[in-house]
């Protein structure tokens, strides 16, 4: 009775004991192999991708693509982007200049004093392409874009005027595209009131 009892609740008591020492760890049953999974296996899930869609739907999506594709190559840069990316070609072909004909060194000069650069810092050409490599709202391109709808003021005036009354269209535009389009910028700003 009592003996027998206790020896079976002793036995069971050994055998925990040897359990919770052992090495071996149970097996987790993962994937397919799930008995979970098994009854109840995940749906797929289809997106909808060119390859499931109808064939009449396919085709309306290839025509929109190709209508979106033909009206964004034929839509034009707006007209500031046209005029940043001219005067920042000017600047680029006037910095190439290793020894720069006369008149474009004083176009050059000219349109960097407008724009607010000291004379003092512009003793020769190699000062004046440092200045003309400036970047972001420093940039002598930034500044010219920004005096746009804006009147000159004596001291710019005075600058323009001067340039304008010794040299000519012909000349500077015979002797460097770029410079002729900082000459032509410079008097345009003149006319503004």
Known sequence: GIN????????????????SHSNVRPTIPSGKSHPIL?????KQINFPTMKNRPAKEKWQ?????????????????AKSDKIILGLKTAVSEVKSF?????????VTK???LIIGEKEESMEDWRQICNLLA??????????LVNLKGKPLDEYQLEIAHNIMDNIS???????????SVLYKW????????
């Open 4 to 19: 027998a009892e206790y020896g079976h609740t002793a036995k069971r008591a050994q055998s925990g004991r040897r359990s």
């Open 38 to 42: 098994k009854k109840n296996p995940p």
């Open 61 to 77: 999506i290839a025509t929109e693509r190709i209508y979106m594709q033909q009206r964004i190559a034929k839509m034009k840069p």
């Open 98 to 106: 290793t020894t720069p004909p006369p008149a474009v060194y004083q």
């Open 110 to 112: 000219c349109t960097l």
């Open 134 to 143: 400036k970047r972001g709202p420093a940039s002598p391109v930034t500044r």
């Open 169 to 179: 269209p012909e000349e500077i535009t015979k002797v460097s595209t770029g410079a």
């Open 186 to 193: 410079i008097a345009k700003l003149m006319k503004q009131k």
